[in-house]
């Protein structure tokens, strides 16, 4: 290269440079807003306050089941029950039994359990040809880890479970059936359930060969306790306020976390509930909490009753699946990539508890539910709506329709304690011409119907008709139920 063009490639690389040096850009892609965006907050003590509350928010819908179950603990308790002590209610429950969606046609025998000190013993009784018992024993997250009842582990036939806690891995006494619980506190709930010929004397009979005990007792444990609260108020139901957290921390101080759930003992470390650190927000902390479980109580009541699709039972009705389900037929909405904690929380935990670990293509009991009416309108508080139930409906036991408050998804109080009605009833019912009835729910009992009449007490109704030993036609569904219709 001679000068001139040695001078040539100097003043072109000089060129170059600077025109790279005017195009530089101000600053990297990414990393930042917009420009033209502010922060929503100016101050960073409220931007934290913001944080705590939707961090709370997503905590509540995350932790529905497990609170819900505390719930029976807590209302056990309160009755001057304890642990191992079981609860058998001596005949259909009342209003006093505050729990979501219980029926109140075949009594309850209910217990709680602490694995924290060993191995308890469940030793279930064998159906008779009078009565039978059929739930579940369930872990804190109330997930059903054993069936009880013709299709359960006993298979009607009674057995002597050994439920053991988490880790445990002593020897099985002779006789005994082990069953490994996911978590430390557990509960059970059966219902006895009578056969056409079974009375109450039967139901109360059967209950009362029911034991529970700590495997520490053997060979001789004591008898069990048990207390009947048929006239008892049982408050299970879930606090809606700052109280929600006081039994979250609580949870989580006696439970084993899963893997799935470290993300959120996270999120909960961050506002305040951490296992092993004492429970003590301040009155602001208290106050947004408030705000979060009331905000997501809204925000379920407003999904639950979004219809979805496959929800409802029959395409041209109203009444929906309560055994709606998720892919793997059951209730823990997990997947393999997934916890999808809104279903698990809306459906079904919200509004109802215990079912079985995994829905049978044609379970023994089905139960089907309604907040519409046939023009698809949301049930209003002290309307009076009808339904009418043909002569034959496809059940080799019984059917029943109860009513709750959609507030609580709890019984009504009513003077007349009369949440529901069943064909057990119907020899004291106003008949239809072709041998069906007309059931009726609202504030006041249509003239001269009464003994068909369901009281509202002036709350928004939500209508659960349940079907046990539901035939093929049910299932088949050539059988429908008509819709209900609103009266006034």
């Given at each position: 290269?001679?000068?001139?063009?040695?001078?040539?490639?100097?003043?072109?690389?000089?060129?170059?440079?600077?025109?790279?040096?005017?195009?530089?850009?101000?600053?990297?892609?990414?990393?930042?807003?917009?420009?033209?965006?502010?922060?929503?907050f100016?101050?960073?003590?409220?931007?934290?306050?913001?944080?705590?509350?939707?961090?709370?928010?997503?905590?509540?819908?995350?932790?529905?089941p497990?609170?819900?179950?505390?719930?029976?603990?807590?209302?056990?308790?309160?009755?001057?029950?304890?642990?191992?002590?079981?609860?058998?209610?001596?005949?259909?429950?009342?209003?006093?039994?505050?729990?979501?969606?219980?029926?109140?046609?075949?009594?309850?025998?209910?217990?709680?359990?602490?694995?924290?000190?060993?191995?308890?013993?469940?030793?279930?009784?064998?159906?008779?040809?009078?009565?039978?018992?059929?739930?579940?024993?369930?872990?804190?997250?109330?997930?059903?880890?054993?069936?009880?009842?013709?299709?359960?582990?006993?298979?009607?036939?009674?057995?002597?479970?050994?439920?053991?806690?988490?880790?445990?891995?002593?020897?099985?006494?002779?006789?005994?059936?082990?069953?490994?619980?996911?978590?430390?506190?557990?509960?059970?709930?059966?219902?006895?359930?009578?056969?056409?010929?079974?009375?109450?004397?039967?139901?109360?009979?059967?209950?009362?060969?029911?034991?529970?005990?700590?495997?520490?007792?053997?060979?001789?444990?004591?008898?069990?306790?048990?207390?009947?609260p048929?006239?008892?108020?049982?408050?299970?139901?879930?606090?809606?306020?700052?109280?929600?957290?006081?039994?979250?921390?609580?949870?989580?101080?006696?439970?084993?976390?899963?893997?799935?759930?470290?993300?959120?003992?996270?999120?909960?470390?961050?506002?305040?509930?951490?296992?092993?650190?004492?429970?003590?927000?301040?009155?602001?902390?208290?106050?947004?909490?408030?705000?979060?479980?009331v905000?997501?109580?809204?925000?379920?009541?407003?999904?639950?009753?979004?219809?979805?699709?496959?929800?409802?039972?029959?395409?041209?009705?109203?009444?929906?699946n309560?055994?709606?389900?998720?892919?793997?037929?059951?209730?823990?909405?997990?997947?393999?990539?997934?916890?999808?904690?809104d279903?698990?929380?809306?459906?079904?935990?919200?509004?109802a508890?215990?079912?079985?670990?995994?829905?049978?293509?044609?379970?023994?009991?089905?139960?089907?539910a309604?907040?519409?009416?046939?023009?698809?309108?949301?049930?209003?508080?002290?309307?009076?709506?009808?339904?009418t139930?043909?002569?034959?409906?496809?059940?080799?036991?019984?059917?029943?329709?109860?009513?709750?408050?959609?507030?609580?998804?709890?019984?009504?109080?009513?003077?007349?304690?009369?949440?529901?009605?069943?064909?057990?009833?119907?020899?004291?019912?106003?008949?239809?011409?072709?041998?069906?009835v007309?059931?009726?729910?609202?504030?006041?009992?249509?003239?001269?119907?009464?003994?068909?009449?369901?009281?509202?007490?002036?709350?928004?109704?939500?209508?659960?008709?349940?079907?046990y030993?539901?035939?093929?036609?049910?299932?088949?569904?050539?059988?429908?139920l008509?819709?209900?219709?609103?009266?006034?």
């Amino acid at each position: 290269m001679n000068m001139k063009q040695h001078i040539i490639a100097i003043v072109a690389c000089t060129f170059a440079v600077s025109s790279f040096a005017a195009e530089l850009p101000t600053d990297p892609v990414g990393g930042q807003p917009p420009a033209d965006t502010k922060p929503s907050f100016t101050d960073f003590e409220s931007f934290r306050d913001q944080v705590k509350y939707q961090r709370a928010f997503e905590a509540v819908l995350w932790s529905v089941p497990m609170v819900n179950k505390l719930g029976l603990r807590r209302g056990t308790m309160a009755i001057g029950g304890d642990n191992n002590v079981v609860l058998a209610w001596s005949a259909g429950v009342k209003p006093y039994f505050e729990a979501l969606t219980p029926n109140n046609v075949s009594p309850y025998v209910n217990c709680t359990m602490d694995l924290s000190n060993g191995p308890v013993v469940v030793d279930v009784p064998p159906a008779n040809d009078k009565a039978g018992l059929f739930g579940q024993i369930a872990d804190h997250w109330y997930q059903t880890f054993v069936d009880i009842g013709p299709i359960g582990i006993d298979k009607g036939k009674g057995a002597k479970l050994l439920v053991t806690p988490p880790g445990w891995s002593g020897d099985v006494p002779a006789g005994f059936t082990e069953v490994k619980s996911p978590s430390f506190r557990i509960d059970f709930a059966f219902r006895n359930v009578p056969s056409p010929t079974g009375t109450q004397k039967d139901l109360n009979e059967l209950a009362s060969k029911v034991a529970v005990y700590n495997m520490s007792e053997l060979p001789n444990p004591a008898p069990t306790k048990f207390i009947d609260p048929l006239n008892e108020r049982w408050p299970t139901l879930a606090r809606y306020d700052e109280r929600w957290f006081e039994d979250l921390h609580d949870i989580i101080n006696v439970e084993n976390t899963m893997p799935r759930d470290k993300a959120m003992m996270g999120l909960l470390k961050n506002i305040g509930i951490e296992k092993g650190k004492p429970y003590n927000p301040d009155e602001k902390t208290k106050a947004i909490y408030r705000k979060a479980v009331v905000d997501a109580y809204h925000y379920m009541q407003a999904t639950f009753a979004e219809e979805l699709p496959n929800e409802a039972w029959w395409d041209d009705r109203k009444w929906r699946n309560i055994f709606y389900h998720d892919e793997n037929m059951g209730f823990t909405w997990e997947t393999d990539s997934l916890v999808d904690y809104d279903m698990r929380a809306v459906r079904p935990w919200f509004s109802a508890i215990y079912f079985p670990r995994q829905v049978a293509a044609e379970p023994a009991t089905m139960y089907i539910a309604t907040m519409h009416d046939g023009d698809g309108e949301l049930f209003e508080a002290g309307a009076t709506y009808s339904l009418t139930v043909p002569k034959d409906v496809p059940v080799k036991q019984f059917w029943s329709l109860t009513i709750y408050d959609r507030d609580t998804y709890s019984f009504i109080y009513s003077p007349e304690e009369r949440p529901g009605l069943s064909s057990r009833d119907t020899g004291k019912m106003t008949k239809n011409a072709d041998g069906g009835v007309t059931l009726y729910f609202g504030p006041k009992a249509p003239k001269g119907l009464e003994a068909n009449w369901i009281p509202t007490s002036g709350k928004k109704p939500y209508a659960m008709f349940r079907f046990y030993g539901p035939e093929e036609t049910f299932y088949n569904k050539t059988f429908k139920l008509n819709d209900v219709v609103r009266v006034d």
